[in-house]
C-alpha cells in the first residue's frame, strides 16, 4: 500500500478523537469503555460519555469557549482521563501538567498556557495554592477524594487558606452532581487539541501544539493490530504522549477497553494483567529490569498480553517475550512533536505457540502479520540478534533523512540528525506555543530537526545513537554517551552513569566525563572503574574524567540534568588550572 492509499485510509479511519468516541458510544454503548483498577470502577461507553457531558458542560459554564486552554495537574488517572475527554468535547484544548511539578516549574507551564481553567486535586492543591501570587487563574476546579477513594488522604483533606479564598474555586464532585449535556463543538483535523510540554534541560519547558489529526497519525499503526476483544493496558502519567494517546485515546478507534492504573507496580504488574485480560502495553526501559528481576515462575506465561510495544527496544526483548508468552513486540520511534515516525513487529515467537488458547486474545498470528504486509511494516524475527538502537523502517507517511549539521542528506551508514517531513497536512506539531523563534528553527529549511541522532542502512533501516547533545567526538572518533553509558551500568554495583563532553585540554575536541551514582552500599575507586571500562569498551571511549555523586539531579521527569554536572566539573577544572599556574 503506498503512501497515498495509507493516508486516505487514516483520513476515512476518522482524524478527530472525540468523533470516533462518539462512534463508539452509538454502536456499542454497553461495552465497557474504561476499567479504573485502583478503584474496582468499570464505566460503559454510554457511562463514561454522561460523565464527561457533565464535565464539559460545567466547564462551558465557566465561560471555556473553543481553543480555550485548560491544564489538568492530577496524579488520579481516572480523573485525567475524565477531563481530557470532557475538554475536548468541550472545543478546548488539553494541557496537562506534570504532577510531579511545584514551584517554578509549575508557575512557569501554568503561565505560559495561560488557562482558561486549572483542574487539580486535593494532593497537589499545596502545589497549586504556592504559586499563586505568580499566576493568573480564573477557575480552579480541585477533585477531593471522598472517603471510600483509593486517593483519600486525611492530612489533605482541608484545601490551603489561600487556595479556599480564591474566586472561581469549584469542588469537582459537585460540577458532577447534576447529570447535564454540553453544548456540541465540531472539530476538525487542523484544529489544536493538545499542548503537550516537553521538559527542557538547558531551558524553559516547550509546549508542543499537536492538531487533531497528528493523535490519527500517531496512533495509526500501532491500533490496526487491535480488535474491539482487546484491552489497552496503560500505568503511564497521562501529562505525556505514550499513556494518553498512544494507550487512551488509541481505543477510541478500536472500540476496545482500558485498564487504568495511577502508576507502574513492579509487583503487581503481571496480577493486574490478569485480572483486567488486558492484551496489550508499553514496557518503558525502566520497567523490564523490574519484571525480569522477579523470580521465575511456572505460569509467568499464563497471561492475556499479545502485544509490548518497546522503545527504546531492550536488549532482552526475545528474552522478555519468551518468558512471559508475548507473541509480538513492536519498536519504533514516537516523539511529542513528529508522532510515530518508525515502527517495526518483531515477530518473538514464529510458528511455537506463546500460551495456552483460554489466554489468547484478539488477533491471531496470521492476522498479525497480514495487517503488517498490508501496511508495509517492517517484520523481523526477535530471536535473530538486532543492533542496538534498532528503530525500523519510516511512515510511508512522513520523508525521513539524516541531515548533517548543514542540513545536508547523508547516506548510508553516516551518522547525523534525524529530520521529517510531512508527505501530507497535519501529521506533525504546528508549533512551540508562544516560541515562534524555537518553531523556525526547528523547522529549518524545511525539515523537522528531531534533535535526535541516527543512522540509516543501505535497506533504509533506522538505528537510533543519541540525543545530539550526547554525541561527541573523542580523539577523532564519535562518541556516544548513550553507550557509554550502557556499558558502564552493566557494572552491577553501577545504578547510574551520566556520560557527557569537556573541552579537551589539547585541540579542538572533547574528552568526555562520567559521572557515577553506586547502588546503595557499594563502594568502588577510580582504578576500579577505569579498569572495567577498559574491559567493556573502545580505547578512545572510555572516559577521561570520573566523578562519584551520591545521587545525579533529574529533572521533574527524571532526565538526568547533564548540564548542571557539566557547569560544576568545568568550574573544578578551572579552577584547578588556575592553581596549578598560581603554584609555579
Request: proline share 6%; net charge negative.
Amino acid at each position: 500500500m503506498n503512501a497515498q492509499a495509507l493516508f486516505a485510509m487514516m483520513v476515512q479511519q476518522g482524524d478527530v478523537v472525540t468523533d470516533r468516541f462518539r462512534d463508539a458510544v452509538r454502536h456499542h454503548p454497553d461495552q465497557t469503555f474504561i476499567r479504573y483498577g485502583e478503584e474496582g470502577r468499570d464505566l460503559s461507553f454510554a457511562a463514561f460519555e454522561a460523565e464527561v457531558a457533565t464535565l464539559a458542560a460545567a466547564l462551558q459554564e465557566m465561560g471555556l469557549e473553543p481553543d480555550d486552554r485548560v491544564s489538568v495537574f492530577t496524579r488520579n488517572s481516572w480523573i485525567a482521563t475524565l477531563a481530557m475527554f470532557a475538554v475536548w468535547e468541550a472545543g478546548a484544548v488539553y494541557a496537562p501538567v506534570n504532577f510531579n511539578y511545584a514551584g517554578r516549574l509549575l508557575a512557569y507551564q501554568l503561565n505560559d498556557t495561560a488557562p482558561r481553567v486549572l483542574i487539580t486535586d486535593a494532593d497537589l492543591a499545596p502545589a497549586v495554592a504556592a504559586v499563586l501570587d505568580e499566576v493568573s487563574l480564573a477557575n480552579i476546579v480541585v477533585h477531593r477524594p471522598l472517603t471510600s477513594d483509593h486517593d483519600h488522604d486525611p492530612a489533605k483533606a482541608a484545601l490551603p487558606p489561600a487556595l479556599l479564598a480564591r474566586p472561581g474555586l469549584h469542588d469537582l464532585a459537585e460540577l458532577m452532581r447534576t447529570p447535564r449535556r454540553h453544548r456540541p463543538v465540531t472539530r476538525g483535523a487542523a484544529d489544536i487539541a493538545n499542548i503537550i510540554y516537553t521538559s527542557g534541560t538547558t531551558g524553559p519547558a516547550k509546549g508542543v501544539v499537536q492538531p487533531f489529526r497528528w493523535i490519527n497519525q500517531y496512533t495509526f499503526n500501532s491500533r490496526a493490530f487491535l480488535t474491539a476483544k482487546d484491552t489497552i493496558y496503560c500505568d503511564l502519567p497521562l501529562y505525556h504522549v505514550g499513556g494518553a494517546m498512544f494507550l487512551v485515546a488509541k481505543a477510541c478507534w478500536t472500540g476496545c477497553a482500558v485498564s487504568l492504573w495511577d502508576k507502574f507496580s513492579p509487583t503487581r504488574f503481571w496480577d493486574r494483567v490478569r485480572t483486567h485480560r488486558a492484551s496489550n502495553a508499553v514496557l518503558l526501559d525502566v520497567m523490564v529490569p523490574w519484571l525480569m528481576s522477579a523470580e521465575p515462575r511456572a505460569d509467568d506465561r499464563d497471561n492475556t498480553m499479545m502485544r509490548v510495544h518497546m522503545q527504546p527496544l531492550p536488549a532482552r526483548h526475545h528474552e522478555v517475550a519468551q518468558r512471559f508468552g508475548i507473541p509480538f513486540s513492536t519498536a519504533g520511534f514516537g516523539q511529542t512533536e513528529s508522532g510515530n515516525g518508525f515502527v517495526a513487529l518483531i515477530d518473538q515467537f514464529g510458528e511455537a505457540e506463546a500460551k495456552r488458547p483460554e489466554f489468547r486474545v484478539g488477533h491471531d498470528r496470521a492476522a498479525v502479520l497480514e495487517i503488517a504486509r498490508q501496511r508495509g511494516i517492517m517484520v523481523v524475527d526477535g530471536a535473530e540478534p538486532l543492533a542496538k538502537g534498532f528503530m525500523g523502517r519510516p511512515s510511508p507517511l512522513l520523508e525521513a533523512a539524516v541531515l548533517d549539521a548543514d542540513d545536508n542528506v547523508l547516506g548510508p551508514d553516516e551518522a547525523g540528525q534525524l529530520a521529517f517531513r510531512p508527505r501530507f497536512p497535519h501529521l506533525l506539531l504546528k508549533s512551540y506555543f508562544n516560541k515562534p523563534d524555537a518553531t523556525i528553527k526547528t523547522f529549518s529549511n524545511l525539515w523537522f530537526h528531531t534533535g535526535d541522532a541516527v543512522r540509516r542502512t543501505e535497506d533504509d533501516v533506522y538505528y537510533f545513537i543519541d540525543r545530539m547533545g550526547g554525541f561527541f567526538r573523542v580523539r577523532g572518533e564519535n562518541v556516544s554517551s548513550y553507550q557509554v553509558e550502557d556499558l558502564l551500568n552493566t557494572h552491577p554495583d553501577i545504578r547510574a552513569t551520566a556520560a557527557l563532553p569537556v573541552p579537551a585540554e589539547e585541540g579542538e575536541e572533547e574528552d568526555c566525563a562520567v559521572f557515577i551514582q553506586l547502588v546503595e552500599g557499594c563502594s568502588m575507586t577510580e582504578a576500579e572503574l577505569r579498569s572495567f571500562a577498559a574491559s567493556v569498551m573502545p580505547r578512545y571511549m572510555t572516559p577521561r574524567h570520573v566523578r562519584f555523586v551520591e545521587a545525579l539531579p533529574v529533572t521533574p521527569t527524571n532526565k538526568i540534568e547533564k548540564y548542571k554536572l557539566k557547569q560544576s566539573l568545568l568550574a573544578e577544572l578551572a579552577a584547578a588550572r588556575a592553581a596549578a599556574e598560581t603554584g609555579r
